[in-house]
C-alpha cells in the first residue's frame, strides 16, 4: 500500500466523488428518470449512438463468427469424421449463415400481423446494455417515428418489453426480464390473470392472483393489458404449481422470446398504456404513423 | 505530457464504452451469458498509469456515462469505478510483483467494481439480486477480465507510454 499522506488530496477527492456520486443517484431516483437525468441521457445517446451504430456494423461479423465458431463447437463429436478441409469451409460458410438468420429473422417479423391489427413499426437492435446488469436494449427508432415511453415492443415469437425512454431517433426498451418489470398476464388455458416479473438471466416468475387455480406446465401466458398491449405471448408454464392452503401461486415461465438472439423487433405504436401520460396535459397524445401494412 | 495521458486515458475509456455496448453482452458476445466489462478493465489499468487525481476523474466520468448509456440510476457504475480507481491507486506498486500478483489484482478489482454496483444498486431499488444467476453475473465477468488484460494491459501501456508516468507518482 502506498503511504496514505501521498493520497491526501487524492483522498479527499475520492470521498468528494463517492458524494457527488450518492448524490446523483438520489436526485435520479427521486426524478424517476426525468428532468435532469433526462435531458443528460438524451445529450449522451445524441453524442454515442452514431458510434454504437458503426460499431455493431463493423463488430457484427466478429459476432457472427463467435457465434458461429461456438455452433461448431456444439457439433464436433457429430462432424468429427469430417475432414479439415470440410471444417474450413464450413468457417467461411458461417458468415453466410449468419447474414441468413438475419434475413430471415427480418422477413419473418415483417410477416408478423400485430395484435388485433394495431400499427406496427419495424426497428433493429443497435446497441445493448453497458453490463450483466443491464437488461436493455436500444433500437433506432424514437418519437419521430411516433415511438413513446410505454410503447409495446414484441418480436415474431412474442413479449420482447416496453420502451422506457426515447429520443427524437432512437429508443430503450426495458426487457421483461429486468427484475423491474411486471407485467399483467393471463393464462390463456384457465383464463386466470397474475403477473409476471423478470428474474434477470433466470426464468420469469409468475404469480396468480386466485391461488385456488392450479396452472399446469405448458399453459400459454399472455399479457391482459394495462401497461402492455394485450393478446401477446410472454411464455409458457415450465412447471405446473398449486397454491398451498392461503399463499400466493408462484411458479416460473419460460419467455417466448430468446433475448439473446433478438436483432429486429417491432413497437406496437397502435396502441398506448393504461399510466401513459403526454408531456403536456392539454395536448393529445401523439399521432400513432399509417397503420402497418404486414402482409 | 500528463494532459496527453489524461485525453489518451478518456479516450481509451469511451472507446471501450462503445465497443462494450455493441460488441458484447446479451445477444453478442456473451460466453456462458456472461461478458468481460471492458470499461472497468480499462478504468483499472489507466488508474496504474495516471497521476491520482486524474485517475480519480477519468473513472467518475467513464462511470457517469456508462450510466447514461445503460439503464440504471445514473451515478452507480461512477461510484463503483472510483472505487476501482482507488483501490488501484493504492496498490499499483504491487504491478512489480509479478503476472500472478496482476492477474491476482485485476480479479480481485473487477469482483469488487461488479458487487459494489450489485450492492449499491440494490440500494437504489435495481433489484441485482433479484436474479438467481446474480453472484455469476458478478463472477465470470471478472474472470473473463483477466483475460482481456493479457491483451489490454501491453496495448494501454504503450499508449501511456511504458511505467514512466505511474513512476512519476
Not at chain 1, 501521498?6 to 483522498?11: A, C, P, V
Not at chain 1, 400499427?119 to 445493448?128: E, H, L, P
Not at chain 1, 436500444?138 to 415474431?156: A, F, N
Not at chain 2, 469511451?14 to 461478458?35: K, Y
Amino acid at each position: 500500500m502506498e503511504p496514505l499522506r501521498r493520497f491526501d488530496r487524492s483522498t479527499s477527492l475520492f470521498i468528494g466523488l463517492l458524494i457527488v456520486s450518492f448524490l446523483v443517484a438520489t436526485i435520479d431516483v427521486r426524478s424517476q428518470g426525468a428532468g435532469l437525468g433526462d435531458t443528460l441521457r438524451d445529450g449522451t445517446q445524441a453524442l454515442f449512438a452514431p458510434l454504437q451504430e458503426a460499431a455493431s456494423v463493423v463488430t457484427r461479423p466478429i459476432v457472427g463468427f463467435v457465434d458461429g465458431i461456438s455452433n461448431i463447437a456444439g457439433l464436433r463429436e457429430e462432424n468429427e469424421r469430417l475432414r479439415d478441409r470440410v471444417r474450413e469451409l464450413e468457417a467461411q460458410v458461417q458468415d453466410v449463415a449468419g447474414l441468413q438468420n438475419r434475413l430471415e429473422e427480418l422477413e419473418r417479423i415483417n410477416n408478423l400481423d400485430p395484435p388485433a391489427d394495431l400499427a406496427a413499426i419495424t426497428a433493429r437492435i443497435f446497441s445493448v446494455g453497458i453490463s450483466e446488469f443491464d437488461h436493455i436494449r436500444w433500437i433506432d427508432r424514437g418519437t419521430d417515428d411516433g415511438v413513446v415511453v410505454g410503447h409495446t415492443v414484441i418480436d415474431e415469437d412474442g413479449l420482447v418489453g416496453r420502451v422506457d425512454f426515447a429520443t427524437d431517433s432512437r429508443a430503450r426498451v426495458r426487457l421483461i426480464s429486468d427484475p423491474r418489470n411486471g407485467v399483467g398476464v393471463r393464462d390463456l388455458d384457465t383464463n386466470e390473470t397474475g403477473v409476471v416479473e423478470g428474474q434477470g438471466s433466470g426464468p420469469l416468475r409468475l404469480r396468480m392472483f386466485n391461488p385456488e387455480q392450479s396452472v399446469e406446465r405448458g399453459h400459454l401466458i399472455v399479457t391482459e393489458g394495462g401497461r402492455y398491449a394485450p393478446g401477446i405471448v410472454v411464455g409458457s408454464v415450465a412447471e405446473s404449481a398449486s397454491a398451498e392452503a392461503g399463499f400466493s401461486l408462484i411458479t416460473d415461465v419460460t419467455a417466448a422470446v430468446d433475448f439473446s438472439r433478438v436483432d429486429f423487433v417491432k413497437v406496437i405504436v397502435g396502441w398506448l398504456p393504461s399510466d401513459f401520460t403526454t408531456p403536456d396535459p392539454l395536448e393529445p397524445p401523439p399521432e400513432p404513423p399509417e397503420p402497418f401494412q404486414g402482409s | 505530457m500528463a494532459g496527453k495521458h489524461v485525453v489518451f486515458a478518456l479516450l481509451l475509456t469511451l472507446g471501450g464504452l462503445v465497443v462494450q455496448s455493441s460488441l458484447f453482452g446479451e445477444s453478442r458476445i456473451d460466453p456462458f451469458g456472461a461478458a468481460p466489462n471492458i470499461v472497468l478493465l480499462l478504468v483499472l489499468i489507466c488508474a496504474a498509469y495516471l497521476e491520482p487525481e486524474p485517475a480519480l476523474l477519468v473513472a467518475f466520468t467513464t462511470g457517469l456515462l456508462a450510466d447514461l448509456l445503460g439503464g440504471s440510476v445514473i451515478g452507480l457504475w461512477a461510484l463503483s469505478l472510483v472505487v476501482v480507481a482507488y483501490v488501484t491507486l493504492r496498490v499499483r506498486r504491487r504491478i512489480d510483483d509479478g503476472v500472478i500478483v496482476v492477474a491476482a489484482g485485476v480479479l480481485a478489482l473487477s469482483v469488487l467494481g461488479q458487487a459494489l454496483f450489485a450492492i449499491a444498486g440494490t440500494l437504489f431499488g435495481q433489484q441485482v439480486f433479484a436474479d438467481p444467476g446474480w453472484y455469476r453475473q458478478i463472477v465470470l465477468p471478472s474472470l473473463y477480465n483477466v483475460v482481456m488484460a493479457v491483451v489490454l494491459i501491453p496495448i494501454v501501456s504503450r499508449i501511456m507510454g511504458g511505467r514512466q508516468v505511474r513512476r512519476m507518482v
